[in-house]
């Protein structure tokens, strides 16, 4: 198996001059972060094997990504970036690609406009196209519903967008094999039930995703130690491991992460 990899992810609110990192519980409960490239510089020297970066606010408000972060990012940080955020045109890709990124996520504007992943990928490649899906458990038995087992009792996710504030009524699963068949080539995947909390990642959500399709998936969402990375992919086929809240604040280090889960048998890039 390729080496797991480890990803750290910058949450952005352009909403202030230059931009702010901060972090959420359950996409509520904001708190600030940091500068974004001076964390993403810190994550490089560290160790990422990736950096995210996501404009948490761009499609709820309507406004276009963070094209002058990435450029002053890409600079000095030499790892993949990943950008998300109010990206809804092969045009607005590109405008992201040309400022340093190599790949970009959408949401909002794919569940939107299904077709808008097979324009970018037919443009830039699979490879550059990353669904992201932010997913809640629903509980309620509906026919046609793709039903996980937890410990909780059966249920089905339903993704959201527009940063977590409206629901779809799409179930999660389904919608990520779609997307894979329209040429998305990795996804991105979040438990709104998770995200802040330090519980772990949804084991069953993860799980149930990553034997659906056929790329890589990153795991995201209530991740509170190198356990629970260790567990995610002791347990799952996930290829990485998403995190925020314990990076920013200090409870790891990304090296610190990679030589624990090393010592304990998972293939990571040391």
């Known amino acids: 198996m390729l080496a797991r990899r480890i990803i750290p992810c910058l949450d952005c609110d352009l909403g202030v001059p230059g931009g702010r990192v901060v972090k959420g519980i359950e996409f509520k409960q904001i708190r600030y972060a940091g500068v974004p490239w001076e964390l993403a510089g810190r994550y490089y020297e560290d160790g990422a094997d990736e950096?995210?970066?996501?404009d948490i606010t761009a499609s709820a408000e309507r406004r276009e990504t963070m094209t002058s972060v990435i450029k002053k990012t890409s600079k000095t940080v030499f790892v993949p970036l990943a950008v998300g955020g109010g990206i809804n045109?092969?045009?607005?890709?590109?405008?992201?690609?040309?400022a340093?990124?190599?790949?970009?996520?959408?949401n909002t504007s794919a569940l939107k406009r299904p077709e808008l992943?097979?324009?970018?990928?037919?443009?830039?490649?699979n490879q550059a196209v990353v669904l992201a899906i932010d997913a809640k458990r629903r509980y309620a038995l509906e026919e046609g519903r793709q039903m996980v087992p937890t410990k909780e009792g059966p249920c089905w996710f339903e993704c959201s967008f527009y940063g977590g504030r409206?629901?779809?009524?799409?179930?999660?699963?389904?919608w990520a094999k779609e997307a894979v068949s329209l040429g998305a080539g990795e996804i991105?995947?979040?438990?709104?039930?998770r995200?802040?909390?330090?519980?772990?990642?949804?084991?069953?959500?993860t799980d149930a995703v990553s034997k659906m399709v056929r790329v890589p998936v990153i795991a995201s969402g209530g991740c509170a130690s190198a356990d629970h990375m260790l567990e995610v992919f002791q347990?799952?086929?996930?290829?990485?491991?998403?995190?925020?809240?314990?990076?920013?604040?200090g409870q790891w280090n990304i090296g610190e992460v990679k030589s624990y889960l090393k010592e304990r048998g998972v293939n990571v890039r040391l």
């Open 51 to 54: 950096i995210v970066f996501l």
């Open 89 to 98: 045109s092969v045009e607005q890709a590109r405008e992201v690609f040309n």
């Open 100 to 106: 340093g990124a190599d790949k970009i996520t959408v």
């Open 117 to 125: 992943i097979s324009e970018i990928s037919d443009r830039y490649g």
């Open 166 to 174: 409206q629901f779809t009524g799409i179930d999660a699963i389904a």
């Open 188 to 193: 991105l995947l979040t438990s709104m039930d």
């Open 195 to 205: 995200d802040g909390t330090y519980d772990g990642f949804d084991i069953p959500l």
């Open 235 to 249: 347990k799952t086929d996930a290829s990485a491991a998403l995190a925020a809240s314990i990076f920013h604040f």
